[in-house]
């Protein structure tokens, strides 16, 4: 074993990012969150909530900019993962302030709205 991490809750799917030294997990009781964690030394950089029950299911896009889950609440969430990083473990900024992809210009229209995820054909 490398190295190991205790997560505080049910650990139901893995994934290395398409993004350099990430791995996205999700997760049932009690937090039934989605997480996104900086590796090597797994450090949680994004705790996405949302769904009721256990995530069961998770894929990412194939640009790598977005994750969509499915849980036992029968709901399909999906999740822009372009947010700036924070250390999620202790609520304050990591150092790792890095966006992914250029920021968008502010605009009127809610973040939703501004969700474009790519068609896969």
């Known amino acids: 074993m490398v190295t190991e991490k205790h997560t505080g809750s049910q650990v139901c799917t893995l994934s290395f990012s398409k993004h350099q030294n990430e791995l996205i997990s999700t997760h049932g009781f009690s937090q039934n969150e989605v997480a996104l964690w900086k590796t090597p030394n797994l450090r949680k950089i994004i705790s996405l909530g949302g769904h009721s029950q256990r995530v069961l299911y998770q ?26 990083q924070v250390d999620a473990e202790n609520r304050g900024p ?9 920021k968008k210009s502010k605009s009127s229209k809610s973040q939703a709205s501004k969700l474009e995820i790519p068609v896969l054909r």
């Open 59 to 84: 894929a990412q896009s194939p640009c790598g900019n977005y994750v969509v889950t499915g849980a036992g609440d029968e709901t399909l969430r999906f999740w822009d993962l372009n947010y700036p």
């Open 94 to 102: 990591s150092g790792l302030n890095v966006r992914r992809r250029p």
